[in-house]
C-alpha cells in the first residue's frame, strides 16, 4: 500500500501516510500526542453529566476503550485528533443508567425538611414517591439529571417559604440538617463544600427583625413562630430582648 498523499508512491507507514509526510504533518502541529489530562478531565465532566464511556466513544467517533482509559489515568498520552474529538463533546446532561451525583438534591431535601417541607411533599411534587426519594439520595447513589433538575427547581420555589410540618423542621434541625440560608447556589452541588452556619447566624438577625415587625402588628407569638417556622421560644426570647418595633 502506498501513501494516501497524492502523487506519492512512498510506501505507506502510519495512519495512511509515508514516513515523510506524516513526519511533515508533526512538524506542523497536526498529529502526534499530547497530553491526555485535559481530555480525560472532560471525560470525567461528561460522565458526571449521566453521560457513559460508550455515549462519549460514539459522539467522538472513537473505540470506547479511549475515553475509559484516559479517564481512569492508564492513558497519559493520546493522539491529538483523539483528544480533539473527546474534547468536542458538549458538555450537556445525558440520559442514561448513569444519573448524576446526588449531593446536591440530597442537600436540597434536607435543607427543605429544615423549613419545614416533609420529603413526601417534595417527592410528590417532584413526580415520585418518598421512599424512592429518600433511596436516591443517598451518598454513592446516582439519581437522573431530570429528577435531580426538578428537584432543583422545587427547590428554588420553596427554600423561602416555612413548610407546613413542625414535625419534619424539628427532625430536620434536630439531625443538624443545613437550612437554605446555609447554601450558596453556585456549590450546592460540589461535594467538597461545607454550609456557611455564620450566613445562618446573620441570618437570624433578619428573623428576629421580622419577628419583632409582625408582633408589633399585633399578631400573636404562636403565628409569627409558624410564619417564620421557628419555635415560640424563639418569639419570647425576641420579645424578651427587645419586644415589638
Not at 485535559?38 to 467517533?61: F, K, M, N, S
Not at 440538617?177 to 456549590?187: K, N, V
Not at 419555635?231 to 424578651?240: L, M
Request: aromatic share 6%; charged share 25%; hydrophobic share 40%.
Amino acid at each position: 500500500m502506498t501513501c494516501t498523499r497524492a502523487d506519492c508512491a512512498n510506501p505507506k507507514q502510519t495512519r495512511g501516510l509515508c514516513e515523510r509526510h506524516y513526519r511533515q504533518l508533526i512538524r506542523m502541529g497536526r498529529v502526534g500526542y499530547v497530553p491526555a489530562e485535559p481530555a480525560a478531565a472532560h471525560v470525567r465532566a461528561l460522565r458526571e453529566l449521566g453521560w457513559t464511556y460508550e455515549q462519549i466513544a460514539q459522539r467522538a467517533g472513537v473505540s470506547t476503550w479511549v475515553p475509559h482509559r484516559a479517564a481512569t489515568g492508564v492513558t497519559r498520552r493520546m493522539w491529538m485528533d483523539r483528544a480533539a474529538a473527546l474534547l468536542a463533546v458538549p458538555l450537556e446532561p445525558q440520559t442514561s443508567h448513569r444519573g448524576v451525583d446526588p449531593t446536591g438534591t440530597r442537600r436540597r431535601v434536607q435543607a427543605l425538611a429544615w423549613m419545614g417541607w416533609p420529603c413526601r411533599e417534595i417527592a410528590r411534587r417532584a413526580g415520585t414517591t418518598q421512599p424512592s426519594l429518600s433511596t436516591l439520595i443517598q451518598p454513592h447513589r446516582r439519581i437522573s439529571y431530570a429528577l435531580a433538575q426538578k428537584l432543583a427547581v422545587i427547590y428554588a420555589e420553596l427554600s423561602g417559604t416555612p413548610g407546613p410540618s413542625k414535625l419534619a423542621a424539628g427532625k430536620a434541625r434536630g439531625a443538624g440538617f443545613a437550612p437554605p440560608l446555609a447554601w450558596d447556589d453556585d456549590t450546592i452541588d460540589d461535594p467538597a463544600a461545607v454550609p456557611n452556619l455564620g450566613q445562618v447566624e446573620r441570618g437570624a438577625v433578619v428573623v428576629d427583625e421580622e419577628a419583632r415587625h409582625l408582633l408589633g402588628f399585633g399578631m400573636s407569638r404562636h403565628e409569627v413562630a409558624r410564619r417564620l417556622s421557628v419555635s415560640e421560644e424563639r418569639i419570647r426570647q425576641v420579645e424578651r430582648l427587645g419586644g415589638a418595633a
